[in-house]
């Protein structure tokens, strides 16, 4: 009994001692920002992808305590009042939220990175396009690519990087699941092909490390590796399907680029056009090839104390097409020869074959700078890739337009000399300076031709506009790239900027006025009648306004002006918001010879249809009459399913 006893005061002493033990007060709790459940001291964010939200718990207190929330840096990152987080730029910066505990100021730190991944990558040859590659064994080839950021990145920061790497692999088939054993690439791209002949694939991929899976896949290039004997040499006399030359012609004035002599020399600019036997110019044809020409200038300066200077003949180089850069003493002997005036001979020669070349001799003379006198707007043009090669499709112009809402325009490359990747759009300007000139080279200043880009937009997103270029220097700058040759014509060649289009009107603004088109919706014509005619009236004069109704292919009601004459197929090519249809216009006809005004609206922007009647049915000698009877139609030839014939009774 007394063991027992002994037992049970021990057994609740223990137990008491347990409680006790349990109920002691736990340590403090940390203080730390997190997010969901984890706390973090490191974070890392990508431009353009979803905010991320930091918290607090200091003490355990989740919620309720004053403080402020900063960034260190908010051209990386900024910070909401309530810690939401967003990266807009490539970096690292520490977010902390501040707050008082005990008089004294406290801080919580986070540390975030922030990254931009790939939107896509493209890959080009040495040539500076997709096109297949032909090589012998052994041999190597130069690959590039560019990495384009994600749409939702560059809406954010327009000149945001991506931070992904480009990886480059070489596969046996078209669809890169096969590793090839056939060659090596190196991880700048250089691809060597092995002993054996054979067909390979290059693909690169943008990843954020070799690790990681791909951010986006390019393009594929086929690489056909032959033996060398097998490799077909380019035969000297044989031209095939490419362009050849049949005479060039110099300008006979060379602008100076400046002025102003830097380090005591001027230059110039000697333009020259190539044509083909059949008229083409086919200047900046891919098939002439820059190292082909051979020039040399013998200048020929005014006398100097009654002595003539002679200069031997100078080598130049053709530095793109159709365009010669000439170097001038800017003072001999304290004579400024700017102001005395140069001429001289300049000599141009093409490489034909090994036995044939083209060569023109022309005094030309040295002129003050020119300015860029006209800039016709040639259209918008999309480059395309198909089985023969690239083309451009012309998706805008002054005559019609099937540039679409919905339609995505490709990141050009960013290179002056870039003009062909697939998908990428190009305003094309036939431009015009001082002396006559065509100008169509790359490098020339969109502000020398006061040339913009705008329009295609809705509130809060970006439109179509021109695209900066990176220049030799690296730097981004307006200015136009390689020329595109369409119809046998060189234009100067302006990148349009990355971008999804929008529907709406798009302005280009040059030297030579303002040309406008507007962007479609994507939509077709479905149905189109006059309401409130049949059996009513429609007064003459002040109120000769039609009711009407208009679908798209969608089904939608369409009153906007734009839009109205666009699925009519009118062109209110300048813009005045006033069309005129005679009496036998296939849109709207009318019996009595009536004509009919589309208007735009001042207010609302809708069109308005209205009613001219033909007077000889209007008035009578000089009494106009109570009422007549015509019989309209609308769409006609169309269709059955659009023409409709409408009775209306005209009143005075």
């Known amino acids: 009994m007394r063991n027992k006893l002994f037992l049970m005061i021990i057994s609740i002493f223990v137990a008491i001692s347990a409680f006790q033990t349990t109920a002691l007060p736990v340590a403090a709790a940390t203080k730390y920002l997190y997010v969901g459940k984890s706390p973090v001291s490191k974070l890392t964010l990508y431009v353009g992808e979803k905010n991320t939200r930091l918290r607090y718990n200091i003490n355990g207190k989740k919620s309720g305590i004053s403080g402020k929330w900063k960034s260190s840096d908010k051209d990386v990152v900024r910070v909401s009042s309530k810690g939401s987080c967003k990266a807009v730029g490539n970096g690292s910066a520490t977010v902390s939220f501040t707050y008082k505990e005990g008089g004294k100021s406290r801080t919580l730190k986070c540390v975030v990175s922030t990254k931009t991944k790939a939107g896509s990558i493209s890959l080009y040859n040495e040539s500076g396009s997709g096109d297949a590659v032909e090589l012998t064994v052994s041999a190597s080839h130069s690959f590039t690519s560019e990495i384009t950021p994600p749409e939702k990145a560059l809406e954010i920061n327009e000149d945001i990087e991506s931070t992904f790497l480009s990886f480059y692999g070489v596969y046996s088939d078209e669809a890169c699941t096969t590793i090839s054993a056939l060659g090596t690439i190196s991880g700048d791209g250089v691809f060597t092909a092995g002993t054996a002949s054979g067909i390979v694939y290059v693909r690169a991929e943008a990843k954020e490390s070799g690790s990681s899976a791909s951010g986006a896949v390019s393009n594929v290039i086929k690489v056909s590796i032959k033996k060398e004997d097998t490799v077909k040499k380019p035969d000297s006399t044989e031209t095939g399907n490419m362009v050849k030359p049949s005479r060039i012609e110099i300008s006979g004035i060379a602008p100076l680029t400046t002025i102003a002599a830097i380090n005591g020399l001027y230059t110039a600019e000697a333009f ?381």
């Not at 009578?620 to 409408?646: H, P, R, S, W």
């Open 272 to 652: 020259f056009k190539v044509y083909d036997s059949k008229g083409n110019d086919i200047t900046a044809s891919s098939d002439l090839k820059l190292n082909n020409y051979t020039v040399t200038w013998q200048p020929k300066y005014p006398p100097v104390n009654g002595q003539n200077l002679t200069f031997d003949p100078q080598k130049q180089n053709v530095s793109e097409a159709g365009k010669i850069n000439l170097l001038l003493l800017g003072t001999v002997s304290g004579i400024n020869i700017y102001a005395a005036g140069i001429t001289g001979e300049l000599k141009i020669s093409y490489k034909i074959s090994d036995t044939e070349e083209l060569t023109v001799v022309r005094s030309i003379n040295i002129g003050m700078p020119s300015m860029i006198m006209s800039a016709e707007v040639k259209g918008i043009y999309k480059c395309n890739v198909t089985m023969g090669g690239i083309v451009y499709e012309p998706v805008l112009n002054k005559d019609f337009v099937t540039l679409k809402q919905g339609d995505v325009i490709a990141d050009f490359g960013g290179s002056h000399y870039l003009n062909s990747v697939y998908g990428s759009y190009y305003l094309l300007i036939k431009a015009t300076d001082t002396y006559g000139n065509t100008v169509s080279s790359l490098g020339t200043a969109a502000d020398r031709l006061r040339l913009s880009v705008t329009g295609s937009t809705t509130a809060g997103n970006p439109g179509i506009e021109l695209a900066t270029v990176r220049n030799s220097s690296g730097q981004q700058v307006y200015e136009s790239v390689k020329p595109i040759v369409i119809d046998g014509v060189s234009y100067l060649t302006y990148p349009l900027k990355a971008v999804t289009v929008r529907q709406g009107e798009i302005n280009i603004l040059s030297v030579s006025g303002m040309f406008k088109q507007s962007v479609t919706d994507g939509t077709t014509l479905k149905m189109f009648f006059l309401t409130g005619s049949a059996g009513g009236d429609i007064k003459v004069g002040k109120d000769n306004l039609m009711g009407y109704m208009l679908y798209n292919s969608k089904y939608e009601s369409v009153r906007d002006y734009n839009t109205v004459i666009r699925l009519l197929g009118l062109t209110d090519l300048s813009n005045s918001g006033n069309i005129v249809l005679g009496s036998d216009s296939k849109v709207i006809s009318s019996e009595k010879g009536a004509t009919f005004i589309i208007k735009r609206n001042a207010s609302t922007g809708e069109a308005e249809i209205f009613y001219a009647p033909y007077p000889n049915f209007t008035m009578i000698g000089n009494v106009m009459q109570n009422y007549f009877n015509d019989n309209i139609t609308v769409l006609k030839g169309y269709g059955a399913d659009y023409e409709k014939v409408i009775p209306v009774v005209v009143t005075r």
